[in-house]
């Protein structure tokens, strides 16, 4: 039976979250993305609503609920600000996700309470500086040595890695060579404040100004053999498979900000005047935004798509692709266009559509670029 209405659980949360978003986040936040600053409070507060733990069972402290939950979440922070939505994916779906898949259940038990409330942040550092889109390339490497694993190289571009609130990062290192020559790669915690583990300075970006983006690096970093999470010689496959539910939440944050794109060109186009009347009682300006729409809501039966299959245990690598590649080019179609609604205000920082406009590139790059998404679904064609 074919039924897309979220269930009155998921319709409240939606609910809630809306008004968090809107009451809470939006008087503030234009602030904090122009001086480049965390909002850590705000982040708490999140914390506090219980959105870092949706996905996850009760018995670590998580919410019961599930991933289709945590997009329909995602959806509503970032029809607001992109900046707070990826700070809850990364949590989520990047920080917390492999240790809950992967982890022992002393790693589960030792993390999983602290990230679920929120009180902690975690992060995943796969990208390095000489790569992303080729992530078999990895050139960080670990030793195994007198019970520690001695950790050498860097990462960059990592979300969530250098806040008040981080408490760990998962990262893939060359743990070995596999039998056929390959490289081994795993996956191993490396609690913040670790020694030989340098945090560098946020970046400065183009947009996510809010959230907070760093290059890491490590230097003889030695963390307990046990912080391996899951299988030595998995890490490369069990990131993989996070990527790929990773894809549905990056939709839905992008179906979020397309979402947005439409709420203040409505708003906007019936309250600005020009040769005597509201601009959007020209058909060119209704127009654009009745395109913005279409773009927004098929755009989300695409990761509702996609989360169905993950739900029903089938195979949603497709969807999950074709999801973030078509939402992440209509959130930047959408910001183009709401830009161009609101004219020279448009390009000033004190209208969310300008915020909207830089934070939108991005999404179609980060957690697989528009190109990898074409290759992958070429690929599971049988083409390419
Ligand atoms: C703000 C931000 C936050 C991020 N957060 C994280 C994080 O938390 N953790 C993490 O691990 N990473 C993170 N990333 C990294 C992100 O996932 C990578 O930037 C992305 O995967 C692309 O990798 P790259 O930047 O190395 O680009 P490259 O891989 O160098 O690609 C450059 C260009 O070449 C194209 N290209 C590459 N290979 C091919 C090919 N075979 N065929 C066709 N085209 C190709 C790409 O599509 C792209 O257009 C973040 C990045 C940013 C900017």
Redesign the pocket.
Known sequence: MLDYRLDAETEALRKTVQEFAREVIAPQIGEFYERDEFPTQIVRQMGELGLFGLPFPEEYGGGGGTYFDLCVVLEELARVDSSMAITVE?GVS?GAMPIYRFGTEAQKREWLPRLCTGEMLG?????EPG????AGATRTTARLEDGSWVINGSKA???NSGTDLTGLVTVTAVTGTRPDGGKEISAIIVPSGTPGFTVGQRYS?VG?NASD?RELSFDDCRVPEENLVGERGRGYAQFLSILDEGRIAISALSVGLAQGCVDESVKYAGQREAFGQPIGRNQAVAFMIADMEVRASTARLAYYRAAEKMLRGEPFKREASIAKLYSSEVAMDNARYATQVHGGYGFMNEFPVGRFYRDAK?LE?????S??QR?LIARDLGVG
Do not use: N, P, Q, Y
């Open positions: 990364a990047l992060a995943f550092g796969l990208t790569g992303g889109s080729d571009f990592i979300t970006k996510w983006t991005i790059i980060g957690e697989g670029t190109e990898v290759m």
